[in-house]
T-cell receptor, first 114, second 110 residues
Framework: GAGVSQTPSNKVTEKGKYVELRCDPI?????LYWYRQSLGQGPEFLIY????????DSGLPNDRFFAVRPEGSVSTLKIQRTERGDSAVYLC????????????FGPGTRLTVL | KQEVTQIPAALSVPEGENLVLNCSFT??????LQWFRQDPGKGLTSLLL?????REQTSGRLNASLDKSSGRSTLYIAASQPGDSATYLC?????????FGKGTRLSVIA
């Protein structure tokens, strides 16, 4: 079946602009996760949804970052007033249940802020 | 705060060798540990997941072990192949959904 998909695959924007990154999880997966990966580093947790609600947003770096999952499926990560330090690969993952199950990752969106 | 360390950072071996990648974590209160593979410019592919109650998991030429009390896991790759070249990431699931190490970059030379 289809895996996790993310769009766009690449996004180049200018400092101060607003961007939206989209994640389509595996059908039927209730848990959805966003991570951010900088060059040479492992992914860092941003936010986790169980259904429509954000169960844990402790990894969001500041209030410029926000994510939604209004119908419990597709999620959008929103970044306001982008800064050059936001440049990274943003990864989305989904799993069928919290905690016990394997997380399946999408290919990521590479965000470059000029 | 959970910290995950992977040693070595990079490894180069000739084809056919058996090899071991190491992962250590500071907080033993975990639900599970997962090993991933990441190819350049790509997302992560899950290789093995070990629940906290388990000691090891095997898939083909891969075997992962977990010693929760000492905060260690190893990934054993048998009879390595050039197609195994990638970065291998270890991640633990505790109170935070997955804390990752920085990975081990593996090169298998034909």
């Amino acid at each position: 079946g289809a895996g996790v998909s993310q769009t766009p695959s690449n996004k180049v924007t200018e400092k101060g602009k607003y961007v939206e990154l989209r994640c389509d999880p595996i059908s039927g997966h209730t848990a959805l996760y966003w991570y951010r990966q900088s060059l040479g580093q492992g992914p860092e947790f941003l936010i986790y949804f169980q259904g429509t609600g954000a169960a844990d947003d402790s990894g969001l770096p500041n209030d410029r970052f926000f994510a939604v999952r209004p119908e419990g499926s597709v999620s959008t990560l929103k970044i306001q007033r982008t800064e050059r330090g936001d440049s990274a690969v943003y990864l989305c993952a989904s799993s069928s249940n919290k905690g016990a199950d394997t997380q399946y990752f999408g290919p990521g969106t590479r965000l470059t802020v000029l | 705060k959970q910290e995950v360390t992977q040693i070595p950072a990079a490894l180069s071996v000739p084809e056919g060798e058996n090899l071991v990648l190491n992962c250590s974590f500071t907080d033993s209160a975990i639900y599970n540990l997962q090993w991933f593979r990441q190819d350049p410019g790509k997302g992560l592919t899950s290789l093995l997941l070990i629940q906290s109650s388990q000691r090891e998991q095997t898939s083909g030429r891969l075997n992962a072990s977990l010693d929760k009390s000492s905060g260690r896991s190893t990934l054993y790759i048998a009879a390595s192949q050039p197609g195994d070249s990638a970065t291998y990431l270890c991640a633990v699931r505790g109170n935070t959904p997955l804390v990752f190490g920085k990975g081990t970059r593996l090169s298998v030379i034909a």
